[in-house]
């Protein structure tokens, strides 16, 4: 049984920093590419990073040079470090892969405000 659990999210003022994980079960984590997404009020659902299998990154105009995403193929977990966060980031963050069919996390919620 696959299963993916999110953690981490939380209030934070804007510039602060926050860093969620993810830890992953029932799939042969070093195999595959790991997202996160963000579903902000209203809106659909985006992209936010990806790691690949072989650690090479991507990341929306809107996070890069503020966000990292990294994984650690030992632990089955996968981060998101954000820094200098801005309200616009505030939504629910989903931990996302791919195995015979997508697999998303419950989600962990981030709100950015003062």
């Known amino acids: 049984q696959v299963q993916v659990v999110e953690s981490g999210g939380g209030l934070v003022q804007p510039g602060g920093s926050l860093r969620l994980s993810c830890e992953v079960s029932?799939?042969?984590?070093?195999?595959?590419?790991m997202d996160w997404y963000r579903q902000a009020p209203g809106e659909q659902r985006e992209l936010v990073a990806t790691v690949t299998r072989g650690g090479s990154t991507n990341y929306a105009d809107s996070a890069k040079g503020r966000f990292t995403i990294s994984r650690d193929n030992a632990k089955n977990t996968v981060s998101l470090q954000m820094n200098s966060l801005k309200p616009e980031d505030t939504g629910v963050y989903y931990c996302?892969?791919?195995?015979?069919?997508?697999?998303w996390g419950q989600g962990t919620q981030v709100t950015v405000s003062s």
């Open positions: 029932g799939i042969i984590f070093s195999n595959r590419a």
């Open positions: 996302h892969t791919y195995w015979f069919r997508d697999v």
